[in-house]
Structure formats: structure tokens, C-alpha cells
């Protein structure tokens, strides 16, 4: 079983980048997709991005292309979602989660994803 953390969240401005880390436990890591979703207050949990196990192909939710890039890095059993152009409403709890059989080229739902994160918030002030 993968276990999952999260790190890099914080407060920044509009316009600036933050870039999110997932790092993950288990030696079958790059066997596992990985995905971000994120949640805003009072709002459900969406979509961010998602990648699968060779970093090879990947796909994002509309609101976030040309900004936001996924990658990952298997020898250190880490994903990275950098964060460019930063809006408020990024503000968000993100969250990485992990799944060994969705495919990464099309939108993922979170009640098809059973390993999670914990979560890591970002703040994106006016």
C-alpha cells in the first residue's frame, strides 16, 4: 500500500508560483498513477491534475492548463505540481492521491480513489 504526504503549501500573491510535493512510501510507486485534487472552502472536491506511471502522459482540468505542470520522479518516489500564475481562486486545500489502475489521460472523480494524502493548503491573496 502507498502512503502519501504532502508538502509546499502556503501563502502567496496573485500572479506568483508555489510548487507542491507528494512524496510517497511503498516500493511500488512507480506502478501507481498519481493525481491531484483540491478542495476550497465549502465547495467539493475537484479535479486538479493527473499523471500516470511513467510521467508520460498526463492531463489537467480546464481551469488550470497552461499554468499548473505535473511531473514526477519515480527514483525519489515523488510527484510535483508546480504552480504558476497563481489565482485566488487556487485557494484550496490540495490534496495527492494514488491509484494503480485509472488511466491519467482523462479527469479523475474522487470517489474512484481510495489512497490519499492529507492535504496541504494553499492561499493565494489578492
Known amino acids: 500500500q502507498v502512503q502519501l504526504v504532502e508538502s509546499g503549501g502556503g501563502l502567496v500573491q496573485a500572479g506568483g508560483s508555489l510548487r507542491l510535493s507528494c512524496a510517497a512510501s511503498?516500493?511500488?510507486?512507480?506502478?501507481?498513477?498519481m493525481g491531484w485534487f483540491r478542495q476550497a472552502p465549502g465547495k467539493e472536491r475537484e479535479f486538479v491534475a493527473a499523471?500516470?506511471?511513467?510521467?508520460?502522459?498526463?492531463s489537467y482540468t480546464d481551469s488550470v492548463k497552461g499554468r499548473f505542470t505535473l511531473s514526477r520522479d519515480n527514483a525519489k518516489n515523488t510527484v510535483y505540481l508546480q504552480m504558476n500564475s497563481l489565482k485566488p481562486e487556487d485557494t484550496a486545500v490540495y490534496y495527492c492521491?494514488?491509484?494503480?489502475?485509472?488511466?491519467?489521460?482523462?479527469?479523475?472523480?474522487?470517489?474512484?480513489?481510495?489512497?490519499w494524502g492529507q492535504g496541504t493548503l494553499v492561499t493565494v491573496s489578492s
Open positions: 492521491a494514488a491509484d494503480n489502475i485509472l488511466w491519467a489521460g482523462s479527469k479523475w472523480f474522487p470517489g474512484d480513489l481510495k489512497i
Open positions: 511503498g516500493r511500488t510507486f512507480s506502478s501507481y498513477a
Open positions: 499523471i500516470d506511471w511513467t510521467g508520460s502522459s498526463t
